[in-house]
């Protein structure tokens, strides 16, 4: 409901502000001092608004051909209509007062230019994280606030002639604008000047980072390669395969494409480049990298899989019932590593081009922190996490995920229930695609709040209900304060049956049961879920009292899903590294 009325509000305010631009156009022509006066100050507030306020309907409206240039056109073209109307200037004056703006404008396309060609050669083709590239020859970079107004952004200053239009109507003389006008245009040569002589300063020097990169591959000789070539919003996904190459006991580097998941890496011990252009990164020497480990299915891949040295192997970033889990992309790899028995079936039913071959069951190194046990603790209270899947990349599969269809009912549910407690962790993508999942996990939010949880939490300690979005607690830290997983078909669900306990995984489609568990194996030993959560008292009642029938059904699906008991996925993971390195 708030997201409709602020996008209501955001449409309004475009509404008046456009309006107030056309009345300044016609009180300009026709020299009407007061009515442009108002309808400058509508536009003025109109604009700041949609620049902090409402900045996704200022984005609609730059994408409908009406963004900020054009509007600042619109404004200073009012500008000189009421002064020329109001005033009649001589000749002279008249050319200054329309010279000055355009003057100001053509200053703005200079630096845009200019701005370019400081930043392009200023700019880093390279990030590390644990690495020493040595000294480093700095690059010339233009002052902060020459760089605020450089390019586009400096006609924002010609906002000064709108008020002394206005004054040079009431006074009936045209100095003021020109006045004004001379000042912004001094403004803007300032600014111009600065950037030129950081231009001048910076001659003939480029960034020595990537050369340093170059020089660190062919003296440290990695052998194994964790690649990821997705954007920060995904970067859980490599941040799961992090530990198990720390502790692989190989030389191994971590390589990221995006500056922005290069930020939001997790802590690592491990070496980490990052190198955004595809040309700068093929230009790297691979020669020393035997595995490439790929834990998403991304075009960018190509930039790696293309070095004909090196074994490439899918480790994905968790094994599921999806459809992703089986993509065809698969199999360019010369390996897809997979956890137990349940993923190998998965791609034989697929059909997708996997060969049987190819594929090799490690387990999941990842869930050695996951505890088969309960927490000891003498104030735990019975805790339940809710754990929903996003909405997913396909807008016409409306039961990808509970939270749409079910989840305001099974947090409502859960937190009737009384005597427990509720964690809710959703996805990371969560309403990243859809409006609805936005605001279906905003009103969960807003119930856990009202029932005296924490919406900010990043511990587990207390017996509060919680929301996790961040990074911390982690997945598996709340798996191990947890006693009954509700969730869907996900990864999730297969990494909760490492721990044993008993788990539902909701039915949203309304899928005859045995039909259910067919089509998503890592069902077999869930409680199920209907869409109208009829079952969730029931399933409660018996998983609180202990009484759980699908204990054993849960140890078998563990096999199944994780590989064999009593084996251990960090060394089944290291040793089949070893083997593709050699």
């Not at 390279?126 to 690495?131: D, G």
């Not at 099974?410 to 695609?433: Q, S």
Request: glycine fraction near 10%; aromatic fraction near 6%; charge should be positive.
């Amino acid at each position: 409901m708030f997201s409709r009325v602020r996008s209501q509000q955001g449409v309004a305010t475009v509404g008046v502000t456009l309006l107030g631009y056309g009345v300044m156009i016609l009180s300009g022509v026709l020299g009407w001092v007061i009515p442009y006066a108002v309808a400058a100050a509508v536009v003025i507030a109109g604009e700041l608004s949609l620049a902090t306020r409402f900045t996704d309907t200022g984005e609609l409206l730059r994408k409908a051909g009406l963004g900020l240039v054009w509007r600042r056109l619109l404004r200073d073209l009012s500008v000189v209509l009421l002064t020329v109307s109001a005033v009649r200037p001589g000749v002279g004056a008249t050319v200054a007062v329309l010279l000055l703006p355009a003057a100001l404008w053509t200053v703005a396309v200079g630096t845009t230019a200019l701005t370019r060609i400081v930043n392009g050669r200023a700019a880093t083709p390279a990030f590390t994280r644990n690495i020493d590239l040595g000294a480093q020859r700095a690059v010339p970079v233009p002052p902060a606030w020459a760089q605020r107004l450089a390019g586009l952004r400096m006609p924002l200053l010609n906002v000064l002639l709108v008020p002394a239009a206005v004054v040079a109507a009431l006074i009936d003389r045209v100095t003021p604008v020109v006045v004004t006008g001379a000042v912004t245009l001094v403004a803007g040569l300032v600014v111009a000047a600065a950037l030129a002589l950081t231009w001048v300063r910076g001659r003939g020097r480029t960034s020595g980072v990537l050369p340093a990169v170059h020089a660190w591959m062919a003296r440290e000789q990695p052998e194994v390669a964790l690649y990821f070539a997705g954007p920060a919003k995904d970067v859980y996904q490599a941040n799961m395969w992090l530990a198990p190459v720390e502790a692989a006991g190989r030389r191994a580097v971590v390589l990221l494409r995006a500056e922005d998941a290069f930020r939001e890496l997790a802590d690592t011990r491990l070496p980490v480049v990052c190198v955004p252009a595809g040309v700068d990164f093929m230009n790297l020497d691979f020669s020393s990298v035997k595995v490439a480990l790929y834990a998403a299915n991304v075009g960018a891949n190509i930039h790696l899989l293309r070095e004909p040295g090196v074994k490439h192997v899918f480790v994905g970033h968790g094994d599921s019932d999806k459809q992703a889990s089986v993509n065809p992309y698969s199999k360019v790899y010369d390996e897809v590593w997979v956890a137990g028995p349940a993923g190998r079936e998965r791609y034989a039913r697929a059909g997708v081009g996997v060969l049987d071959r190819n594929i090799v069951e490690i387990g999941r190194p990842q869930l050695a922190g996951v505890h088969t046990f309960g927490s000891g603790a003498a104030d735990h209270v019975f805790t339940v996490l809710y754990a929903p899947t996003w909405e997913g990349w396909l807008d016409d599969d409306p039961y990808h995920t509970s939270l749409v269809l079910m989840g305001e009912q099974i947090v409502a549910g859960l937190l009737a229930a009384g005597g427990l407690r509720v964690i809710y962790k959703p996805h990371p993508l969560t309403g990243t695609r859809s409006r609805k999942a936005r605001a279906v996990h905003e009103r969960i939010v807003a119930r856990i709040r009202a029932a005296g949880g924490q919406t900010d939490a990043d511990s587990l300690d207390g017996t509060a209900h919680l929301v996790v979005t961040g990074r911390t607690p982690s997945l598996f830290d709340c798996f191990n304060a947890t006693d009954l997983l509700v969730s869907d078909v996900s990864s999730v669900v297969s990494d909760f049956v490492q721990s044993e306990r008993p788990y539902v995984v909701a039915n949203p489609a309304g899928l005859p049961e045995d039909e259910f568990r067919r089509r998503f194996p890592t069902a077999r030993a869930a409680y199920l879920l209907s869409a109208d959560c009829g079952e969730l008292a029931k399933v409660l009642t018996v998983t609180r009292a202990g009484d759980d029938p699908m204990t054993e059904a849960r140890r078998e699906l563990k096999e199944y899903l994780l590989g064999p008991a009593g084996s251990n996925p960090m060394d089944r993971f290291r040793d089949e590294v070893g083997r593709l390195c050699g």
